[in-house]
């Protein structure tokens, strides 16, 4: 089992540029998250998916869109990166929404906007 | 607005002593603590976690202490290692499903 796993694992675009951060994972898990960390940080959380054809807003999804293409799947697209969203994503699953349901993290995709 | 927060940034410790990290939280309504540990380069790692009924809980050299009263929750290490280096978070679900509010991370520096 390669758990979460997340591409690219680096991506530096201009402001303005566009692009999609693909999460995929095989734990058969029914919740998936996205998380920002900035520098010095705690993770916030910019969207999540309860199941499969669902998505629900964070704590911080002003300038983010989210796909959830299948129960594997859960995308995370910047339509015009601004350089406030420099900064780590991370993927994460779980097996609901739960109390207690632990999330499994990928090893983050690291953005820089110029 | 109410937050999960850290007393200490960085806390450096030699080998085979004990490491206590610290964490305060605000929200009176959160019902269940993780801790996280995240190595560079990767993403957290769950080491422990406990509800709000209890007050102590222990894993593997591990053990999470939840002090209700005064909002206050802490990570202690036994015989801390090479490979304890790491940020630790703390994080709490105020309730609403399994969403999760972080704490801004202490660095463990483990000296030989």
């Known amino acids: 089992n390669a758990g979460v796993t997340q591409t690219p694992k680096f991506q530096v675009l201009k402001t303005g540029q566009s692009m999609t951060l693909q999460c995929a994972q095989d734990?058969?898990?029914?919740?998936m998250y996205w998380y920002r960390q900035d520098p010095g940080m705690g993770l916030r959380l910019i969207y999540y998916?309860?199941?499969?054809?669902?998505?629900d807003k964070g704590e911080v999804p002003n300038g983010y869109n989210v796909s959830r293409l299948n129960k594997r799947e859960f995308s995370l697209r910047l339509e015009s990166a601004a350089p406030s969203q420099t900064s780590v994503y991370f993927c994460?699953?779980?097996?609901?929404?739960?109390?207690?349901?632990?999330?499994?993290f990928g090893p983050g995709t690291r953005l820089t906007v110029t | 607005g109410e937050s999960v927060g850290l007393h200490l940034p960085t806390l450096s410790v030699q080998e085979g002593d004990n490491s206590i990290i610290n964490c305060a939280y605000s929200?009176?309504?959160?019902?269940?603590f993780i801790w996280y540990k995240q190595e560079s380069g990767k993403g957290p790692q769950f080491i422990i976690d406990i509800r709000s009924n209890m007050d102590k809980r222990q894993g593997q050299r591990v053990t999470v202490l939840l002090n209700k009263t005064v909002k206050h929750l802490s990570l202690q290490i036994a015989a801390t290692q090479p490979g304890d280096s790491a940020v630790y978070f703390c994080?709490?679900?105020?309730?609403?499903?399994?969403?999760?509010?972080f704490g801004g991370g202490t660095r463990l520096m483990v000296k030989p």
């Open positions: 994460a699953s779980s097996e609901g929404l739960s109390t207690g349901d632990e999330q499994y």
């Open positions: 929200n009176s309504a959160s019902d269940y």
């Open positions: 734990m058969n898990h029914n919740s």
């Open positions: 994080a709490e679900n105020r309730g609403a499903g399994n969403m999760l509010t």
């Open positions: 998916s309860a199941s499969e054809g669902t998505t």
